[in-house]
């Protein structure tokens, strides 16, 4: 599936994205059953791939020539980048490990997220359930690079903390994991947040500049009119 | 623009600043988590990363903040390679914070850092022959 995505500009292949993603939602429906063993990671990378390669066409772009275009596609590839993030979250958070929400259960019990992160996940598949956070946390740092409005906003599953705050929960629990891969997808995706703010900063800048030669041609009217 | 773009626009400055908030009440935690990890419990190959992560954080928080959270994660109690590799470390970080130095400088000062930290009394070797080439290579860097 991976391989049979390319991109292009102009959204010409949304028709196959699409089935694509219908397909990928239906491996995950699968592969979410309690009696299935195999790891969810190369279906994670899929979306990761997905965030990749068509985040930016579902996001705002920054600059405010585009902003002031109209995109009839980019509500179709926001839609389908969505409907990815949610469902890739919605299985990692129900696998066996649990660790997507631990954080979540000790934050509710009024324990700070941090502790007791240490503790183990028992069982064959403590080594799989890491490796599909890693995946997780891949997507939102492709996200945050590709789709950082998009990211931020998206809700969660309680009104309380939307995904993205979940994300970065997890990824502080799990930065200093003695596991490898989960320790540098933590750190990748929390530098990718740090490094967003100065990004979206420069959005808002621009968007105020714009807001304010609105507001000064609107006056200029007036005075012209009163003339 | 319309006035949904505008209210869009809205949102984003909003969004901005809960980005900002969110990060300024993790800061203090992740600079401590990762200079605990550094002095020789993070796995070697992640020092990379937190080196990128703690290089982000030092040059996008305000001086004094970041003098805040180094002086509380750098206690002596925690760095055990004696006062004057203590202090070469808050400059190293500061320098890196002020844009001075750049990440690779930090990556390779945190490899040589977890890299003192192998033995199996840290803070046996502080004042040491080894901490004093660790020290002279930074104070002349």
């Not at chain 1, 409907?83 to 929400?101: A, C, I, M, P």
Request: charged content about 20%; proline content about 2%; aromatic content about 6%.
């Amino acid at each position: 599936m991976k391989n049979s995505l390319s991109f292009q500009e102009d959204g010409s292949n949304l028709p196959i994205l699409i089935e694509l993603c219908d397909m990928a939602s239906i491996v995950f429906r699968v592969s979410s059953a309690p009696q299935f063993k195999s790891s969810l990671t190369p279906i994670l990378q899929f979306v990761k791939k997905i965030v990749e390669l068509y985040g930016r066409l579902a996001e705002l772009d920054d600059s405010l020539d585009s902003l002031t275009q109209h995109n009839p596609k980019g509500h179709e590839f926001r839609r389908i980048i969505e409907r990815l993030l949610t469902v890739s979250v919605d299985v990692v958070s129900n696998n066996q490990g649990k660790l997507w929400t631990r954080g979540q259960e000790q934050q509710h019990r009024g324990q700070n997220p941090v502790e007791g992160s240490q503790e183990n996940v028992h069982g064959v598949n403590q080594k799989k359930s890491l490796d599909e956070l890693a995946a997780l946390l891949d997507i939102f740092t492709a996200g945050i690079k590709q789709c950082p409005i998009l990211v931020v906003q998206l809700g969660g599953f309680t009104d309380d903390e939307s995904f993205f705050q979940r994300a970065i929960a997890v990824a502080i629990t799990t930065m200093s994991d003695k596991e490898l891969g989960i320790a540098r997808s933590s750190m990748t995706f929390l530098t990718s947040v740090v490094s967003m703010v100065s990004r979206v900063c420069t959005y808002c800048n621009s968007l105020f500049k714009s807001i304010l030669l609105q507001f000064a041609f609107l006056n200029r009217s007036i005075c012209d009119q009163a003339v | 623009m319309n006035l949904d773009e505008h209210i869009q626009g809205l949102k984003n400055v909003d969004i901005g600043a809960k980005i900002d908030n969110i990060i300024g009440r993790i800061r203090n935690h992740l600079i401590n988590t990762l200079l605990n990890g550094v002095m020789g419990n993070f796995p070697r190959d992640s020092l990379d990363s937190a080196a990128s992560l703690l290089f982000a954080l030092l040059i996008r928080a305000h001086p004094k903040e970041i003098e805040v959270d180094l002086n509380q994660s750098l206690s002596k109690d925690q760095f055990l390679l004696g006062d004057d590799a203590l202090k070469l470390t808050i400059r190293v970080l500061g320098e890196c914070a002020s844009g001075k130095k750049a990440l690779p400088h930090l990556s390779t000062f945190f490899s040589d850092l977890w890299d003192l930290y192998q033995v199996d009394d840290a803070g046996g070797i502080a004042g040491g022959n080894v901490v004093k080439k660790f020290e002279r290579k930074y104070s002349t860097m």
